[in-house]
């Protein structure tokens, strides 16, 4: 596994799995959301966005979290050796979204010149969140299909079955999900 794209709802997990793999392979780790957002939450253009994913991802390692399905999929999945999809509890991901705003922590996956603050657009987002699973989370696995129906796939629900993946995994020994 030199390439890996992690799917899941906000709050799932995705960022820090990614920096536990990132560790125990000894591979660089992409957040689109840092490669995407603008300061102060504002959205890129739709081809610069690309580029930088495209630049990003020209190595032959890299591990890639974020969803961005229609807008990014065809330039990771034909290059992807796994996809890890989180299916991260609703309530789970809700409430450590709201738990990461609250605590307002430093985040290597937040965009710079952005900051996450209890505000209408914070509401949306949680609608966002709440309703992943049904309104959103059936777009993003058809551009899946779509794009790459061959590539493995592998489901986690939960920390031990996280922990039990990456300790499969050569590298470091050490407990990586913290």
Not at 48 to 53: G, P, S, T, Y
Not at 126 to 142: E, K, Q, T
Not at 164 to 174: Q, R
Request: hydrophobic share 40%; with cysteine.
């Amino acid at each position: 596994m030199q390439r890996i794209v992690i799917l899941g709802n906000a709050g799932s997990g995705k960022s820090t799995l990614a920096r536990a793999l990132g560790k125990r392979l000894d591979l660089p780790v992409v957040h689109l959301d840092t490669l995407f957002w603008e300061p102060g939450w504002v959205e890129p253009d739709a081809e610069q966005f690309r580029l930088r994913v495209s630049e990003a991802i020209a190595t032959d390692a890299w591990i890639c979290e974020g969803n961005y399905a229609r807008r990014t999929f065809d330039l990771r999945l034909p290059r992807a050796d796994l996809i890890i999809w989180l299916d991260t509890p609703r309530l789970t991901c809700f409430t450590r979204v709201i738990l990461r705003s609250i605590m307002n922590r430093p985040r290597s996956d937040l965009p710079a010149g952005c900051t996450e603050k209890l505000d209408r657009a914070f509401l949306t987002f949680l609608n966002f969140v709440w309703n992943f699973d049904r309104g959103y989370r059936p777009g993003i696995d058809a551009v899946r299909q779509a794009i790459g129906p061959q590539i493995p796939t592998v489901h986690l629900r939960g920390r031990r079955q996280i922990e039990a993946f990456l300790g499969s995994l050569p590298g470091a020994p050490e407990a990586c999900f913290e």
